[in-house]
């Protein structure tokens, strides 16, 4: 499986600052002379269009950080599956901690999403992960199975959707879980979809939580790692370019 490779810019920068640094990613992709990964990039809302033009034509695909699942009304400040296909968005991450966190979102919202997201043409990318907490008292992959079994619609395709596994404790702080923490967890994912709709391989699973330039390779080599989402370090272009460079596959 041809691996992920998904920058996540959540709410930094200006305009200018979004289109050097696709602009950036684009030479290099379009310099490259090996094989690359699958490259999204997810900027905020107001820069989604300037970052598609900068890109068209490109490899280089464009997501949203997050959508609402009703198709239109009386939603200030919320933006629609459809709004998102229209500006060129082809896929949209759901269900980040940091939305569940401060937006309180519930699995029951996240799964409309999800099915709002797929309905209208976008592959939503699912954000699960287990607190520090969770992690301590032993009950990390309770709570990741729990998420997958709330999130998740009753039926979907297999080729639909991707899930990012992101534990809460390590976004933005600097600390990685052990790489057999990871692939515990990457298996567990696997394993689920295997269970329940056969052919779980064919989900990418993807780790996200201080992603560097220094432990992508290794976080890419796991063998239930099918990508990386990448935080801050997805808005410096060398790290995130050595990133894409360390994909095996």
Not at 11 to 27: I, S, V
Not at 76 to 82: A, L
Not at 226 to 240: I, T, W, Y
């Amino acid at each position: 499986m041809q691996q992920y490779i998904i920058g996540n810019w959540k709410m930094n920068g200006t305009k200018a600052d979004a289109q050097k640094l696709a602009a950036g990613f684009l030479k290099r992709v379009q310099e490259s002379e090996r094989p690359l990964p699958h490259i999204v990039l997810c900027p905020s809302y107001p820069y989604l269009s300037a970052v598609v033009e900068t890109l068209q034509g490109s490899s280089i695909q464009v997501g949203a950080q997050d959508v609402h699942p009703e198709k239109s009304g009386s939603f200030t400040g919320d933006v629609n599956v459809t709004q998102l296909v229209d500006v060129g968005c082809k896929y949209v991450l759901v269900g980040h901690s940091e939305r569940r966190q401060h937006h309180f979102e519930t699995g029951a919202l996240i799964r409309r999403k999800i099915e709002a997201s797929i309905k209208g043409g976008l592959r939503p990318i699912l954000c699960i992960g287990e607190s520090a907490e969770e992690r301590k008292s032993g009950r990390a992959l309770q709570i990741v199975a729990n998420q997958l079994l709330s999130d998740l619609p009753e039926s979907f395709n297999v080729h639909e959707l991707m899930i990012a596994y992101e534990p809460l404790w390590a976004i933005g702080t600097g600390v990685v879980p052990s790489l057999e923490q990871i692939e515990e967890v990457m298996g567990l994912i696997k394993h689920e979809f295997s269970t329940r709709i056969g052919g779980g391989a064919l989900i990418p699973t993807l780790y996200g939580g201080s992603v560097t330039a220094q432990n992508a390779k290794d976080l890419l080599e796991l063998p239930h790692v099918d990508g990386l989402l990448v935080g801050g370090a997805s808005l410096k272009l060398e790290d995130f370019w050595q990133i894409i460079n360390a994909s095996i596959r």
